[in-house]
């Protein structure tokens, strides 16, 4: 099973709401990672939690705000966006140690900003 | 920062065809991954490599891990309409990803 689950898959909201993307992952892998996706471009990483602690943010708005709950779950809080951040969202896990380097993505969340 | 240098950036074939991409960095990674992203998907994980030189293969895929650790190719042999999407690359080290830019795969019947 690397199975990555994201909801939701599409998400509307106006600039001066809040709202939350989710992710979980039950593969025991202990680092999970967000990207940001443009259309046919390829993703940038946004965030990436190891053993539950943020050890990478790639000088992400303060907007956008990670949490890391436990070692399955991973949420992306979103406020006060802007257009320009519609965009696919994608979560991702990863097992630590050689070999184990391969990063498994979620379906991602579509997000819509109006 | 790291980059990727991957292509070709698109590529358009007749359905039985074979397929190569590769990409190239100034940069050494440890892993070297390979997706496939259909609109309105997330990367879909084709083949995983992570030892200079390995050669490995996923039914018609094939893909190697280059001998100085700076470069990947991918094969795809006999092609089919399904193979059309958004190829990326990856290349990992120290957890930290990066992708290259895409090979988007049209193939006509």
């Known amino acids: 099973d690397t199975e990555v689950t994201q909801t939701p898959k599409h998400l509307v909201m106006g600039m001066t709401n809040k709202k939350s993307l989710k992710c979980e992952q039950h593969?025991?892998?202990?680092?999970m990672y967000w990207y940001k996706q443009k259309a046919k471009k390829p993703p940038e990483l946004m965030f990436v939690y190891s053993y539950e602690k943020l050890s990478i943010n790639e000088s992400v708005p303060s907007r956008f705000s990670p949490e890391c709950p436990n070692s399955s779950l991973l949420n992306l809080h979103l406020h006060a966006l802007q257009p320009e951040d519609s965009a696919l969202y994608l979560c991702?896990?990863?097992?630590?140690?050689?070999?184990?380097?391969?990063?498994?993505f979620g379906e991602g969340s579509w997000l819509t900003v109006v | 920062g790291q980059q990727l240098n991957q292509s070709p950036q698109s590529m358009f074939i007749q359905e039985g065809e074979d397929v190569s991409m590769n990409c190239t960095s100034s940069?050494?990674?440890?892993?070297w991954l390979w997706y496939k992203q259909d609109p309105g998907e997330g990367p879909v994980l084709l083949i995983a490599?992570?030892?200079?030189?390995e050669l490995t293969s996923n039914g018609r895929l094939t893909a190697q891990f280059g001998i100085t650790r700076k470069d990947s190719f991918l094969n795809i042999s006999a092609s089919i309409p399904s193979d059309v999407g958004i190829y990326f690359c990856a290349g990992i080290l120290a957890g930290k990803s990066t992708f290259g830019d895409g090979t988007t795969l049209t193939v006509k019947p």
């Open positions: 940069s050494i990674f440890n892993t």
């Open positions: 490599l992570y030892k200079a030189g």
């Open positions: 991702a896990s990863r097992p630590q140690g050689q070999p184990g380097n391969t990063i498994y």
């Open positions: 593969m025991g892998h202990r680092a």
